[in-house]
C-alpha cells in the first residue's frame, strides 16, 4: 500500500516535472548582466520580441567576464554584454563572428550624501577617482571582473592610481550587492545608472557624478561563431541578434523608462 | 526602507494575490528539493544500511567521507555539475545546464551524503540492538537491509527531512547549475538573492517567510504522518 501511494507520488512529480522540461522548444540561451536583468529592460524588450517571432529568450544574468566564459564554453546561443575592447577579443579569438553595438548608458559615481572627499564639484571622472584616493575615503568596487568592475579599473589606471590599501575595498559581488555593502558601510561605489536607477535601498548613498565622456557605457551583442560550437541555436540566436539592431528593437529599447526615466539609448549604426 | 512589518505585509499581500509567477517559483522549488531528495534516498537509504552492516577495508574511510560531505559548500557541488555538464564537459552533449534537472543532480548530489551518513548510523544502532535476534531467524545481511530501513522508518523520517531541508534552502548550486532563469529555473532562495540584489529588501525578506512557511508546512504534515503511524502501529 506505502508503496503503491509513494509510486504515485512519484509518477506524478514525474509528470509534472517532465511538464516544465517539455516546455517551449524555441528558445535561446541569452548570457547577459546583472544591469540589463536588474533594471527590468528585459522584461519589458523581450515579451515584445518573443511576440514577434515565437522565440523565447532565456536570461542569464551574470557579470561581463563571466558571460564571456560561458559563451566560451557553449553554454549560451547569444551574448549581451557592455565590454567593447573585451567582446572585440571575444571576436579576434574566433568565439564570436560579428560584435554590433546595441545601446549604451552611462557610469555614475554614487557616495554618502556628505560627500567626504568632495566629489560633486569634480572638473572631470578623473579629477573624482583621485579625490577619493587622496582622502582614502571607502571605496567599494565590484572586483568580480565585470563589464563595470573593468571600465572602473581603468579609470583608475587614467587617473595613475594604484587602488589598493585599507580605503579600497574589494567585494567581488555584482553591482546590487555591491550597493547594498557601499550604502552599509558609507562607501563611494562606480556603478551603472540603469542599475542605480532601480534600485531600491540607497539608505545615505546619493548620486555624487555624472556627465563625463569617459562614463560612457557601451553594450554590444555577439553573434556566435557555428564553426566553434556548431550544437548552438545560431538561426534563432541570429534573428534576436538582429531584432536588437532592428528599428523594432531600438524602439522597445528607448521605450523602457524606471519612474520616468530612460535608462538605455539606443545606437545601433 | 525595510522594517519587519513590511516584510510580513509584502509576504502577506504576495501569499494573498497568489501572483501566478510565484506560484511557479514555489511550484518548480519544490519539484526540484523532493524531486532530489526522492532520488538521493532511493540510493542512500539502500547505501547507508550496507554501510552499517558489511565490514570491508577502507569502511571507515567511506564513512568519514559521508560525513565530511554532509558538509559540501553548495557552491561547490554546484561548480562541480556546472563543469560536468557544460558544453566543453564530459556531458555537455545533454545540454542539461540551465535546467531544473541540472538542479535536482546538484541538490542530490548535496543531500545524498546526509542521508547516507545518518542513515549508516541509525541502522548500525538498530542493528546493534536487534543483531541476535536477526541472526537467529537465519536473515543474511543483504536481507537484513529492508527489516532494519522498516524498523528505523520514524527515524529515517527526520533523516530525510533533515535532506529536504538542505535541498530547499541551498542557493550556490542552483544559482550555477539553474542560471536562475525567470520562468525556467527561478526558484524560491534565487528569487531571494535577485531581490536582495535590486535592493528590494521587503520583498526578498518576504519571500524568505513564505520559503519557512512552506518548509514549516511540509515538516508538519511529516510529523503527523510519522505520529498516526506510530499510534497505529502501536
Redesign the interface.
Given at each position: 500500500m506505502k508503496k503503491a501511494t509513494a509510486l504515485i507520488t512519484a509518477g506524478a512529480l514525474g509528470v509534472t516535472f517532465s511538464g516544465i522540461l517539455m516546455a517551449a522548444d524555441d528558445y535561446i540561451t541569452l548570457a547577459s548582466t546583472t544591469s540589463t536583468e536588474n533594471s527590468g529592460l528585459f522584461d519589458t524588450i523581450i515579451p515584445t520580441f518573443t511576440e514577434e517571432t515565437g522565440i523565447e529568450v532565456r536570461v542569464v544574468a551574470v557579470g561581463t567576464g563571466q558571460a564571456f566564459e560561458i559563451g566560451r564554453r557553449g553554454d549560451a546561443d547569444s551574448l549581451l554584454v557592455h565590454d567593447t575592447a573585451g567582446e572585440e577579443k571575444f571576436v579576434a579569438e574566433g568565439y564570436a563572428t560579428e560584435r554590433l553595438n546595441v545601446m549604451y548608458n552611462d557610469f555614475v559615481i554614487v557616495g554618502p550624501s556628505d560627500d567626504p572627499a568632495g566629489i560633486s564639484d569634480s572638473e572631470n571622472v578623473i579629477d573624482a577617482m583621485q579625490r577619493i584616493a587622496e582622502s582614502e575615503s571607502p571605496f567599494a568596487s565590484r572586483g568580480d571582473d565585470s563589464g563595470t568592475n573593468r571600465a572602473e579599473l581603468r579609470l583608475w589606471e587614467d587617473a595613475g592610481v594604484t587602488p589598493q590599501g585599507e580605503w579600497y575595498r574589494e567585494l567581488g559581488s555584482g553591482m546590487g550587492p555591491t550597493l547594498n555593502t557601499a550604502a552599509g558601510m558609507d562607501a563611494y561605489t562606480f556603478t551603472d545608472r540603469a542599475t542605480w536607477v532601480a534600485f531600491d535601498n540607497p539608505q545615505d548613498l546619493t548620486l555624487l557624478f555624472e556627465g563625463d565622456e569617459a562614463l560612457f557605457n557601451q553594450y554590444g551583442s555577439l553573434l556566435l561563431s557555428a564553426e566553434r560550437h556548431p550544437h548552438l541555436k545560431h538561426d534563432l540566436a541570429a534573428q534576436w541578434h538582429e531584432w536588437l539592431v532592428s528599428d523594432k528593437g531600438q524602439q522597445a529599447i528607448a521605450d523602457f523608462e524606471v519612474d520616468g526615466q530612460q535608462l538605455f539609448f539606443p545606437n545601433a549604426e | 526602507m525595510?522594517t519587519s512589518d513590511n516584510a510580513f505585509s509584502t509576504a502577506l499581500t504576495l501569499i494573498l494575490s497568489m501572483d501566478s509567477a510565484l506560484i511557479d517559483i514555489v511550484?518548480?522549488s519544490l519539484?526540484v528539493s523532493?524531486?532530489a531528495v526522492?532520488i538521493a534516498s532511493l540510493i542512500a537509504l539502500p547505501l547507508g544500511a550496507a554501510l552499517a552492516l558489511w565490514r570491508f577495508p577502507g569502511r571507515n574511510v567511506v564513512i568519514v567521507a559521508l560525513n565530511a560531505l554532509m558538509g559540501l559548500p553548495p557552491v561547490v557541488a554546484g561548480l562541480c555539475v556546472y563543469l560536468l555538464l557544460?558544453?566543453?564537459?564530459p556531458l555537455?552533449e545533454w545540454?542539461l545546464?540551465?535546467?531544473?534537472?541540472a538542479m535536482v543532480i546538484a541538490q542530490v548530489i548535496l543531500v545524498l551524503p546526509i542521508i547516507a551518513a545518518l542513515t549508516r548510523q541509525q541502522v548500525e544502532a538498530l542493528h546493534g540492538e536487534y543483531a541476535e535476534q536477526l541472526n537467529s531467524l537465519g536473515l543474511t545481511r543483504l536481507r537484513m537491509i529492508p527489516t532494519l530501513l522498516w524498523d528505523a522508518r520514524f527515524g529515517l523520517l527526520t533523516v530525510i527531512l533533515a535532506g529536504f531541508g538542505r535541498a530547499s534552502a541551498e542557493v550556490g548550486a542552483v544559482m550555477i547549475v539553474g542560471?536562475?532563469?525567470?520562468g525556467?529555473t527561478r526558484v524560491m532562495t534565487t528569487s531571494i538573492v535577485?531581490e536582495?540584489?535590486?535592493?528590494?529588501?521587503p520583498m526578498a525578506l518576504g519571500l524568505g517567510i513564505i520559503l519557512l512557511a512552506l518548509v514549516t508546512m511540509i515538516n508538519a504534515i511529516a510529523h503527523m504522518i510519522g505520529e498516526t503511524a506510530k499510534r497505529r502501529l502501536g
Amino acid at each position: 500500500m506505502k508503496k503503491a501511494t509513494a509510486l504515485i507520488t512519484a509518477g506524478a512529480l514525474g509528470v509534472t516535472f517532465s511538464g516544465i522540461l517539455m516546455a517551449a522548444d524555441d528558445y535561446i540561451t541569452l548570457a547577459s548582466t546583472t544591469s540589463t536583468e536588474n533594471s527590468g529592460l528585459f522584461d519589458t524588450i523581450i515579451p515584445t520580441f518573443t511576440e514577434e517571432t515565437g522565440i523565447e529568450v532565456r536570461v542569464v544574468a551574470v557579470g561581463t567576464g563571466q558571460a564571456f566564459e560561458i559563451g566560451r564554453r557553449g553554454d549560451a546561443d547569444s551574448l549581451l554584454v557592455h565590454d567593447t575592447a573585451g567582446e572585440e577579443k571575444f571576436v579576434a579569438e574566433g568565439y564570436a563572428t560579428e560584435r554590433l553595438n546595441v545601446m549604451y548608458n552611462d557610469f555614475v559615481i554614487v557616495g554618502p550624501s556628505d560627500d567626504p572627499a568632495g566629489i560633486s564639484d569634480s572638473e572631470n571622472v578623473i579629477d573624482a577617482m583621485q579625490r577619493i584616493a587622496e582622502s582614502e575615503s571607502p571605496f567599494a568596487s565590484r572586483g568580480d571582473d565585470s563589464g563595470t568592475n573593468r571600465a572602473e579599473l581603468r579609470l583608475w589606471e587614467d587617473a595613475g592610481v594604484t587602488p589598493q590599501g585599507e580605503w579600497y575595498r574589494e567585494l567581488g559581488s555584482g553591482m546590487g550587492p555591491t550597493l547594498n555593502t557601499a550604502a552599509g558601510m558609507d562607501a563611494y561605489t562606480f556603478t551603472d545608472r540603469a542599475t542605480w536607477v532601480a534600485f531600491d535601498n540607497p539608505q545615505d548613498l546619493t548620486l555624487l557624478f555624472e556627465g563625463d565622456e569617459a562614463l560612457f557605457n557601451q553594450y554590444g551583442s555577439l553573434l556566435l561563431s557555428a564553426e566553434r560550437h556548431p550544437h548552438l541555436k545560431h538561426d534563432l540566436a541570429a534573428q534576436w541578434h538582429e531584432w536588437l539592431v532592428s528599428d523594432k528593437g531600438q524602439q522597445a529599447i528607448a521605450d523602457f523608462e524606471v519612474d520616468g526615466q530612460q535608462l538605455f539609448f539606443p545606437n545601433a549604426e | 526602507m525595510l522594517t519587519s512589518d513590511n516584510a510580513f505585509s509584502t509576504a502577506l499581500t504576495l501569499i494573498l494575490s497568489m501572483d501566478s509567477a510565484l506560484i511557479d517559483i514555489v511550484m518548480l522549488s519544490l519539484q526540484v528539493s523532493l524531486m532530489a531528495v526522492m532520488i538521493a534516498s532511493l540510493i542512500a537509504l539502500p547505501l547507508g544500511a550496507a554501510l552499517a552492516l558489511w565490514r570491508f577495508p577502507g569502511r571507515n574511510v567511506v564513512i568519514v567521507a559521508l560525513n565530511a560531505l554532509m558538509g559540501l559548500p553548495p557552491v561547490v557541488a554546484g561548480l562541480c555539475v556546472y563543469l560536468l555538464l557544460s558544453r566543453a564537459g564530459p556531458l555537455g552533449e545533454w545540454g542539461l545546464l540551465f535546467t531544473p534537472t541540472a538542479m535536482v543532480i546538484a541538490q542530490v548530489i548535496l543531500v545524498l551524503p546526509i542521508i547516507a551518513a545518518l542513515t549508516r548510523q541509525q541502522v548500525e544502532a538498530l542493528h546493534g540492538e536487534y543483531a541476535e535476534q536477526l541472526n537467529s531467524l537465519g536473515l543474511t545481511r543483504l536481507r537484513m537491509i529492508p527489516t532494519l530501513l522498516w524498523d528505523a522508518r520514524f527515524g529515517l523520517l527526520t533523516v530525510i527531512l533533515a535532506g529536504f531541508g538542505r535541498a530547499s534552502a541551498e542557493v550556490g548550486a542552483v544559482m550555477i547549475v539553474g542560471g536562475n532563469i525567470d520562468g525556467v529555473t527561478r526558484v524560491m532562495t534565487t528569487s531571494i538573492v535577485l531581490e536582495t540584489s535590486k535592493g528590494n529588501l521587503p520583498m526578498a525578506l518576504g519571500l524568505g517567510i513564505i520559503l519557512l512557511a512552506l518548509v514549516t508546512m511540509i515538516n508538519a504534515i511529516a510529523h503527523m504522518i510519522g505520529e498516526t503511524a506510530k499510534r497505529r502501529l502501536g
